[in-house]
Structures are given as C-alpha cells and as structure tokens.
C-alpha cells in the first residue's frame, strides 16, 4: 500500500510540474514596438528611460515583456517602413519617440495603444483631439521647454545681444511651435530676429556660417535635426565666437553654450509609468492626459564657454 501511494505521489507531483510547464510556455510576453526618429543624446535618453522604467516596475525585455526596437535614422520614409512593421507584428503597444515617428504609427492604427515622448505638442501634430482628453489611441508625454525662460537665459548670458538667429528645421512642427513662442519672446525682451531655417543636414553648416557677423547669438529650440547636427554647429559657431542657447542638455554637451531644460531620461520614465497604467490596470489612451515634466535644469558648456570667451553669470552656477 505504501509503494502504490509513493507512485501516486511521484505521479501527480510529474503532472503537477508539467501543469507549470505549460501554464510557463502559454504565458505571452507583453510585445512592445519602439520606433525612434534618429539618434541623438535626447531621443537615446528617452528611450533608455522608457525601458529602465518599466524595469522598475518588474517588466523586464526578454522576461515578460518583448521589445522590438527601430531607429528611422532621420528618414521620413523609414518612420512609415517601421511603423507598418511594428504594426503587422500586433505589438501590445507602441513606443514612438519624436513627432514624424509618433505621426507614421498613428496614421497605420487607430486600436493599438501608442505612446509618445520628445513630441512637443501633440494636438498641433493632430496626434490627439485635446492635450487634455487624447479621444484617440494615442497619450504620453510632452517634451515642451520654457522657452521663454531660455531666451531670457540668452539675454541674461550675452546682455549685449542685439539680433539672435532662430536655428531650426522648417518641416519639423515641433520647432515650428517653439520657434513662435521663441519671436514672441525676443519681443519681449527687445531682441530683433531672423529665421535660419534648414530642410536636411546637409544645409546646416551652410545655414550657420551664413548667421557669421549678422547675429549675437542663436537659439536652437529642440530640434531633431539640429541636435543631430550640433558638432557641425559647434565648428562654425565656437571658431565664431557666437553664443548658442539650446532647447535641451544634449545639445548643450555636443557643442552648445548653455540651456534650461528638461532631462529626457526622466521623460522617458514618465512615460513608461504610463505603460504600466496600461498593462496593469487597463488604461487607455483616450482618456490619459498628456504629461509634463515639471523640474528644468540650467546646464552650460563650460569648454565652450571658454572657447568663444563668455562668462557665465555666477547666480545661475551656484
């Protein structure tokens, strides 16, 4: 009698283990799509943030969450290549960092779950109905600067500034809509102004040299292309001597003067909280407002400075 219940306890402890097993291999892992725009030390932020984020909240790559990651490497039509990829592979939710990216994924699906991050204003980029109440599939987080507060950090840097170029790629509405709330600004502050406007990076060099001797100082809003391009900026503004104010600390490390900004890897965090509302809790889109980062940072470039000899205010390094 005991050798039959010693069987009968070896056999449902197999059929016990075997339950797991395929209970194990049935489990799906959550497929995450991530589409970039390009790389540049923001968008790379971003994007390590999103997933260091869901890693603190027990979603790990290769665990129970799958992550299929595309960089468009600046190309318009790679977005749309990447975005009809990451859709057919019904990923769970998608990851689109940078307005033409976040665009190319919400103009293939309307049902798949899409957040965005590094997207400046996601009702002017017809992502959203209202900033306020998405009403679509799409939600995430704004990468909005104070840009007025950075023109100011212009004048307070360079108080002798007179007329600034506005360095900025014309096809990119995120810079479009800072670049606005940038000439109202100068204004203000009783700065003149002229656009600088590029459509690829190959202009940019040309589109910056030609600002020698016309201007006292620039300011790039965050733009993709130029920060991109910030060391082809840096060639032709440091050997210059001319200030640059950036929309954000990438572009102040790769060769602009100084900034106050946002720090995109806490943006990129906020973001996959976001997620996590979505996995865990049943969230949706529609009805999850768009979200801000409240802390900004002065940052300078103290090699740059001291190459195009400025000196910076001792109240904003304290």
């Known amino acids: 009698m005991k050798k039959i219940s010693k069987v009968l306890a070896v056999s449902l402890a197999f059929i016990a283990a075997g339950t797991f097993l395929c209970s194990a291999k049935k489990q799906k892992q959550i497929k995450i799509g991530v589409i970039q725009l390009v790389e540049h030390p923001a968008l790379d932020a971003s994007y ?55 665009q190319a994924v919400a103009n293939k699906t309307s049902t798949i779950p899409v957040l965005v991050t590094a997207v400046t204003d ?16 799409v939600s995430g987080t704004s990468d909005l600067t104070p840009v007025a507060a950075q023109i100011d ?22 810079s479009r809509f800072q670049i606005n709330i940038a000439k109202e600004a100068c204004k203000g502050a009783g700065l003149s102004f002229v656009d ?15 600002l020698v001797g016309k201007v006292d100082a620039i300011y790039c809003p965050t733009d993709n292309m130029i920060a991109s391009s910030m060391a082809t900026v840096s060639l032709v503004t440091t050997e210059a001597k001319i200030p640059v104010i950036c929309g954000e600390s990438g572009m102040c490390q790769s060769g602009g003067l100084a900034t106050y900004g946002i720090n995109y890897y806490e943006l990129g965090k906020q973001t996959a ?36 000899g400025v000196k910076i205010p001792a109240d904003l390094i304290k």
Not at 64 to 78: F, L, V
Not at 122 to 137: F, I, R
């Open 273 to 308: 909280k976001m997620a996590v509302e979505i996995f865990a809790n049943g969230k949706k889109p529609a009805q999850m407002p768009i979200q801000y980062l409240d802390k900004c940072d002065f940052m300078y470039n103290k090699e740059v400075a001291d190459a195009i």
């Open 48 to 102: 390590k943030g999103f997933v260091d984020g869901l890693k603190d909240a027990g979603y790990v790559d290769g665990v129970n969450i799958k992550i299929d990651y595309e960089n468009a490497q600046g190309e318009q039509s790679n977005c749309v290549t990447i975005a009809d990829k990451l859709v057919s592979k019904r990923s769970n939710l998608i990851f689109a960092i940078a307005t033409p990216a976040a």
């Open 122 to 137: 996601p009702k002017t980029a017809g992502l959203v109905e209202s900033n306020k109440m998405p009403g679509t599939n």
């Open 153 to 174: 950090l212009l004048k307070k840097i360079v108080p002798s500034a007179k007329k600034v170029g506005l360095l900025y790629c014309s096809s990119e509405e995120n």
């Open 196 to 210: 600088a406007t590029v459509s690829n990076t190959n202009e940019v060099q040309q589109v910056v040299q030609s």
